[in-house]
């Protein structure tokens, strides 16, 4: 993966293969650690295929239930309706190309998936171990929830408009919990006289949920429960919705 990124340090032949002793060049790089390219980070490591464990899980997932209807991803693609309305930058994507896409897969292949994991594990945990923490915490999104069909906030220096997935994903403990509200938002709207086609409109009055977000070492949901009960015991954050009421207290 490391290798991947840098490919003016590993060069290959006209057939792909290693042109140099990469082994090497790596334990250089350990000894001497000013040999390391600058701007290797979890934000550029790049996600690894999973569509193969994904059509896997989803196809285990839907013989389980029983549906007699729907037994297969197949099963699914051939007898769902689909939302028809596809604008990208609204965060609607082409659901059917997508599954479709998906279905193609035909192998379970996990070495790619095994990697981009431990390449994530090793950064973050050695980061922790550095820092002496028993957990990380976040904003659950990088931006207020946005209007349906709107035009979606862009990436802005490697961070996406959510956050919830990425050290999830890779094995890590998380937990989300209430955080407060907004006061004032900024929405996006379309405008074709401005750059990219869109610009923010606001301050606008507005109400809308916010959380935080608790990561924790893999298996460590004990920590952060007891991290995240504190947190809400001191901020009380959490509003009853009307239809429920209260949750008793422990």
């Known amino acids: 993966m490391f290798i991947e990124q840098f490919p003016n340090l590993f060069p290959v032949d006209a ?17 001497d650690p000013s ?14 295929s999973n569509a193969g464990l994904t059509k896997y899980m989803l196809n285990r997932y839907l013989r389980e239930r029983g549906d007699a209807n729907i037994k297969s991803l197949r099963d699914l693609i051939d007898k769902s309706n689909f939302y028809r309305d596809i604008r990208p930058d609204a965060g609607f994507i082409d659901r059917k190309a997508a599954l479709e896409e998906l279905n193609s897969s035909s192998t379970l292949d996990m070495a790619n998936v095994f990697q981009d994991r431990f390449a994530y594990q090793q950064v973050v945990l050695q980061c922790m171990a550095q820092e002496n923490l028993d957990a ?7 931006i207020p929830a946005y209007v349906l069909g709107a035009p979606i906030e862009p990436p802005l220096a490697g961070r996406t408009n ?12 998380t937990l ?5 509200f ?5 929405d996006r ?4 006289t401005a750059r990219d086609g869109t610009r923010l409109v606001g301050p606008i009055p507005a109400k809308l949920p916010l959380g935080i977000m608790f990561f924790g070492r893999p298996f460590s949901e004990p920590t952060l429960f007891r991290i995240a009960s504190a947190y809400e015991a001191a901020t009380k954050h959490r509003i009853p919705p009307p239809d429920f009421g209260p949750l008793p207290e422990p």
């Open 35 to 48: 040999l390391v390219p600058a701007g290797s980070t979890i934000r550029n490591i790049g996600p690894a």
């Open 162 to 173: 959510s956050v919830w997935g990425l050290l999830g994903q890779h094995g890590f403990s």
């Open 189 to 192: 709207v379309r405008d074709a």
């Open 176 to 180: 989300s919990v209430p955080a407060g």
């Open 15 to 31: 057939s792909g293969k290693p042109s140099t002793d990469r082994i090497a060049r790596l334990v250089d790089m350990y000894f």
């Open 182 to 186: 907004t006061t004032h938002v900024f």
């Open 136 to 142: 990380l915490v976040s904003p659950a999104g990088n």
